[in-house]
């Protein structure tokens, strides 16, 4: 069973551009949540999205958007990049479903350098 | 708002040794899940155990157990015989019980950066 598949793995964009970032979960997860990891900031939650609808959202300006398809596949978009949007940046995804409990699986992220 | 506290940045081992790590946090909810996540130099998070609040019993995997307090709000990961493997950022986490599909956010503390000498 094929893991949580993040696209690109590393890019880099200059200031003012825009970046697409994609993710794939598991087979069968409805749940995709990303996060921003940077030396200063640590692990900060991004948003979270279930069929198709944004469930949760983390103190992020509105430069940073983010969206799922019916598929489950989810896509994060960073406008105006600035250099201090340079990051690791990780999708989780895991079943959803109100049993609870579910585990929270990741990708291997992807790198982004704004220069 | 949960927060999550790592005061150890940073922790060695010797090889086969044991080690804790230490973890803390706050929140007002009676019902959660707590994790410990590992990420080694390839940078992805690995899960390495979870334990439901309304658990009693410390949870365990293998070499991994944690110590789960939760009047205190304490939850420490201890690896027993520690192995070169092991050496990675380990990440206490948080989560909200979910509703609904939604609430799979995790609140994660600042990691402490794991060594282990052979």
């Known amino acids: 069973k094929a893991g949580v598949t993040q696209t690109p793995r590393y890019l880099i964009k200059t200031r003012g551009q825009q970046v697409t970032l994609s993710c794939s979960p598991i087979?069968?997860?409805?749940?995709v949540s990303w996060y921003q990891q940077t030396p200063g900031q640590g692990l900060q939650f991004l948003f979270e999205?279930?069929?198709?609808?944004?469930?949760n959202k983390g103190n992020f300006p509105g430069r940073f958007s983010g969206r799922q398809f019916s598929n489950s596949r989810s896509e994060m978009n960073v406008s105006t990049l600035e250099l201090g949007d340079s990051a690791l940046y990780l999708c989780?995804?895991?079943?959803?479903?109100?049993?609870?409990?579910?585990?929270?699986?990741f990708g291997e992220g992807s790198w982004l350098t704004v220069v | 708002a949960q927060t999550v506290t790592q005061s150890q940045p940073e922790m060695s081992v010797q090889e086969a040794e044991t080690v804790t790590l230490s973890c803390t946090y706050d929140?007002?909810?009676?019902?959660?899940?707590l994790f410990w996540y590992k990420q080694p130099p390839s940078r992805q998070m690995i899960l390495v155990i979870r334990?439901?609040?309304?658990?009693?019993q410390n949870a365990t995997e293998n070499r991994f157990s944690v110590n789960f307090q939760k009047a205190a709000k304490s939850f420490s990961l201890k690896i027993s015989d520690s192995q070169l493997g092991d050496a990675a950022m380990y990440f206490c986490?948080?989560?909200?019980?979910?509703?609904?599909?939604?609430?799979?956010?995790?609140?994660f503390g600042k990691g402490t950066l794991l060594t282990v000498n052979p």
């Open positions: 087979s069968g997860h409805r749940s």
């Open positions: 986490a948080y989560r909200s019980p979910n509703s609904g599909g939604s609430n799979y956010k995790l609140t």
């Open positions: 989780a995804s895991s079943l959803g479903y109100r049993s609870s409990g579910n585990t929270i699986y």
């Open positions: 929140t007002s909810e009676s019902d959660y899940y």
């Open positions: 334990q439901e609040a309304y658990k009693q």
């Open positions: 999205y279930f069929s198709e609808t944004q469930r």
